[in-house]
């Protein structure tokens, strides 16, 4: 079955350094979506990308889908506490939504 | 504008019982997904409702049930509960084509 990848499973970070986040599909996605978890709480959705090689920004987020949409990024510029969590991408493919385990993000101030 | 409500937020059972989960979707929502999150795992999709039918399903044995009510809220059934059925359940609501909305989960120990 379809299946999606996460790495780094783990980023540690100094507040103000850059941070990314790479998602890859075993199939070709449809469109893949972003979500942020804190610590004790639920998925957030961040955004949906759909074209082949979308780029979307929101702020210090950049989120990029690759040509071949199997694969998609998150960039996160200058890092800051408030960032913390578990970043989630999940891909619609021949399958019903499939999340990836994740890379979770710490910031030390 | 309420979100989306889950009940109860804890639950401890033991092998071999059943449980039934609750979820009320946000406002003006009317499809209503559910996944499992087990520890350190992303979510796993378990079923979706619309219209109070059963859209798609993941990869869960038939132990796992639902039912979704004409005011859009949802259930989610697990019967013979086995250890590792310990997770956050959690339920995701929203119209068909636009972005879901988490609730906070319902954590299930299963001792």
């Known amino acids: 079955g379809q299946q999606v990848m996460q790495i780094p499973q783990y980023q540690h970070v100094q507040e103000g350094e850059d941070f990314t986040t790479y998602c890859n599909s075993s199939?070709?996605?449809?469109?893949i979506q972003w979500y942020k978890q804190r610590p004790g709480g639920h998925p957030v959705f961040l955004i949906q990308?759909?074209?082949?090689?979308e780029v979307k920004k929101q702020k210090r987020l950049t989120f990029q889908f690759g040509e071949a949409k199997k694969n998609s990024s998150l960039h996160i510029t200058a890092t800051q506490t408030t960032d913390v969590g578990t970043y989630f991408c999940a891909g619609w493919g021949n399958t019903p939504l499939v999340f990836g385990k994740g890379t979770r993000l710490s910031v030390i101030a | 504008d309420a979100g989306v409500t889950q009940s109860p937020t804890h639950l401890i059972k033991t092998r071999g019982q059943q449980v039934t989960l609750r979820c009320s979707p946000k406002?003006?929502?009317?499809?209503v997904s559910w996944y499992q999150q087990a520890l350190g795992q992303g979510p796993q999709f378990i079923f979706q409702?619309?219209?109070?039918?059963?859209?798609q399903r993941g990869n869960f044995p038939d132990r796992f049930s639902g039912h979704q009510f004409p005011n859009y809220s949802s259930e989610l059934n697990v019967n013979a509960l086995l250890l590792g059925d310990s997770a956050l359940y959690l339920c995701?609501?929203?119209?068909?084509?636009?972005?879901?909305?988490f609730g906070d989960g319902t954590r299930l120990s299963i001792l």
């Open positions: 406002s003006g929502h009317d499809t």
């Open positions: 995701a609501s929203s119209l068909v084509g636009e972005p879901q909305h």
């Open positions: 409702y619309y219209e109070e039918e059963e859209r």
């Open positions: 990308l759909v074209k082949s090689g």
């Open positions: 199939t070709t996605l449809s469109n």
